[in-house]
């Protein structure tokens, strides 16, 4: 890795942020999430926000997906300036350009592998079939099982294969390989590379594991709120090569 950016090749950016920060009230106490965010993001990017706990990358990753707005900055996507919309349009936002993946599953138990995704598919406009989306995580042979027949690893491949169903033009994963053992999380990180390649979805991956920066094109540094490095991947790694 390099701590630089100017390497990067010109691709479209889809993020575009300048000054964003976040303020909770807690009672009487402010907490400063974010302290003032410049950040741009290319199509087709696999980026790793890598920082402690406490340190932004969840409001973060919550704000680029339409969840939260700042408290003061803007959040450019595309030539949409997210932080001026109203409830109702970044519900439209989440629908039809984010997909998310989240540490737990947040599967339906009643519904098998593939009417979980059917449900993405149904109110989508441009979905991807669930069958072929569970073949983009090799799952195919797991389309009728139910979550509580799956292992840990498949609930989260069948979780991104929802998510991608809809061909979002952004996925947000936030430490989709937390609560995975290493050979399993492996599997789950093959799939969001193999979605990430196929289909050009701008993929944001929020960990702790410092071995999975080493698959991203980017490598986004938090601290305290802040951007404390951006480094680039001369060499992506692919997740079978990860030291963990």
Not at 6 to 18: D, E, G, I, Q
Not at 110 to 117: M, V
Not at 180 to 207: F, H, M, S
Request: with cysteine; net charge negative.
């Amino acid at each position: 890795m390099i701590a630089t950016e100017s390497l990067k090749t010109a691709k479209t950016t889809v993020f575009h942020t300048r000054g964003i920060t976040k303020v909770y009230q807690m009672g009487e106490v402010q907490v400063h999430a974010l302290r003032g965010i410049d950040l741009e993001l290319d199509e087709g990017e696999f980026i790793v926000l890598l920082g402690a706990s406490g340190s932004g990358k969840s409001t973060l990753l919550n704000i680029l997906g339409g969840l939260d707005v700042p408290s003061s900055g803007t959040v450019q996507y595309q030539d949409h300036d997210l932080s001026t919309f109203k409830e109702s349009v970044l519900t439209r936002y989440r629908r039809e350009h984010v997909g998310f993946v989240f540490q737990f599953y947040n599967l339906i138990p009643s519904l098998t592998a593939r009417e979980n995704i059917a449900l993405v598919t149904e109110i989508s406009s441009k979905p991807l079939p669930p069958d072929e989306a569970l073949e983009l995580v090799n799952l195919s042979d797991r389309a009728n099982h139910f979550p509580a027949q799956l292992s840990g690893g498949e609930q989260q491949r069948v979780a991104i294969a929802r998510a991608i169903a809809k061909r979002p033009d952004v996925l947000l994963c936030d430490e989709p390989t937390g609560a995975l053992d290493i050979k399993t999380g492996i599997v789950v990180l093959e799939a969001l590379a193999k979605a990430n390649r196929e289909l050009g979805t701008t993929t944001v991956v929020i960990t702790h594991n410092v071995a999975i920066a080493d698959m991203a094109d980017r490598v986004i540094h938090l601290s305290d709120g802040k951007i404390s490095n951006i480094e680039i991947n001369s060499r992506k790694k692919a997740p079978a090569e990860l030291s963990w």
